[in-house]
């Protein structure tokens, strides 16, 4: 379930990355949806041979075929390729993998991911004379694809989890440059890392932690007599402001904005609050991302017509937080403005 490599910070630019390892290659892009689309359409402008993979009926068909893209069935593409980009979602990726992928793997092609869930977990067990590798950009396909286009790059990560060529890493590295992430800076990692810090990162503080945290906060003050209104604000809606700060500046960054009282007060209440107890309760999830136990949960959730999936959604949904901030985000519109603006200023330049 793990493999034991050690862990790098190796960074790849576009000097170190040779086009020549993937320009008189095929691949495969199964998917076209955030990544595939993405991928299959900078891989074709930066020269290399594209067949997109779909399923007869889909809808994304249309509109492969509309950007001058080769469309045909997942197993077609496979077969036709030397490298095989696995981008359908996940969990359909065992059974996409079973029926179109596998058949049509010959020695020496590439089965490539943009993440490495069901290589990790081994939901996916590919014969040993493929190789097998990820490349994994840190950010949605659309902005993948929007800085190619402004000939700007974005970041990846890169990974070898078998090398039966002795080229994988080079092959990795020029799919990376094609897809426009040598621009920007190709982190060497390994599938393990890759999966086990972007699921622990998921769980413990960028979508469970930080909503726990934000409901947590909005129901002590609604409890406690205030406005659901001046909570929504308070809990929610500001927390952008701090992430953009620490995003632009790092902690120090945002600690250097607040106010003084602002400072003291986080400094010294934000242990207090997430104290030693929340830091067990992450060690915790971390070892069920380790020892493959929400691995496995997840899987038989999803053989199961996700049950509790389900439930957990609509619980959210209708969490009071919602509705207020429904309420408060259609009278503020704060969303809308900036794009309105944008407008306003395109029609005064038109004029
Ligand atoms: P997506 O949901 O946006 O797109 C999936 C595509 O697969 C769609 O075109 C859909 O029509 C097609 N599809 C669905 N079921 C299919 C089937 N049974 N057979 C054939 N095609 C099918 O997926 P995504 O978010 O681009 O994710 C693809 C991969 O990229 C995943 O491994 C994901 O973890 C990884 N990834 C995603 C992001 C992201 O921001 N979205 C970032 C990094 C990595
Ligand atoms: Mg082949």
């Given at each position: 379930m793990t493999d034991d490599d050690a862990f790098t910070t190796t960074v790849h630019y576009e000097d170190d990355a040779d086009s020549a390892h993937i320009e008189d290659k095929t691949v495969a892009v199964l998917g076209y949806g955030s990544q595939g689309h993405a991928h299959s359409l900078n891989l074709h402008e930066s020269g290399v041979d594209v067949v997109v993979g779909l399923r007869?009926?889909?809808?994304?068909r249309a509109a492969a075929e509309e950007e001058g893209l080769t469309v045909t069935t997942p197993a077609e593409a496979a077969a036709a390729a030397d490298v095989v980009s696995v981008l359908v979602p996940d969990t359909v990726q065992p059974d996409v993998y079973e029926h179109a992928v596998e058949p049509n793997l010959e020695p020496g092609d590439t089965l490539q991911f943009a993440h490495g869930f069901n290589i990790h977990y081994n939901q996916i067990q590919p014969p040993e004379d493929v190789d097998v590798t990820m490349v994994a950009p840190k950010s949605p396909g659309h902005l993948v694809r929007r800085n190619y286009e402004k000939e700007e790059g974005t970041p990846a990560l890169l990974a070898v989890y078998q090398d039966a060529t002795g080229e994988a890493t080079d092959e990795a590295l020029a799919y990376a440059q094609g897809i426009g992430c040598a621009r920007a800076g190709v982190l060497e990692t390994t599938f393990r890392e890759e999966v086990e810090s972007d699921l622990f990162g998921e769980q413990a503080v960028l979508c469970g932690g930080v909503t726990s945290l934000v409901k947590h906060g909005y129901e002590t003050l609604v409890d406690n007599g205030y406005s659901p209104e001046a909570a929504y604000f308070e809990c929610l809606n500001e927390l952008k402001l701090i992430v953009d700060l620490m995003y632009e500046g790092g902690l120090g960054g945002m600690w250097d904005s607040v106010s003084d009282t602002a400072e003291y007060g986080g400094l010294v209440q934000g242990d207090e609050i997430v104290d030693d107890t929340v830091r067990e309760n992450m060690e915790e999830t971390l070892e069920k991302v380790q020892n493959g136990e929400f691995a496995r949960e997840w899987i038989a959730e999803n053989q199961a017509g996700r049950p509790s999936y389900t439930q957990l959604r609509e619980a959210e949904k209708n969490h009071e937080i919602e509705e207020v901030g429904e309420r408060l985000r259609d009278l503020f519109a704060w969303a809308d403005e900036q794009e309105a603006d944008t407008e306003k200023e395109q029609v005064t330049a038109d004029d």
């Open positions: 007869e009926g889909s809808a994304s």
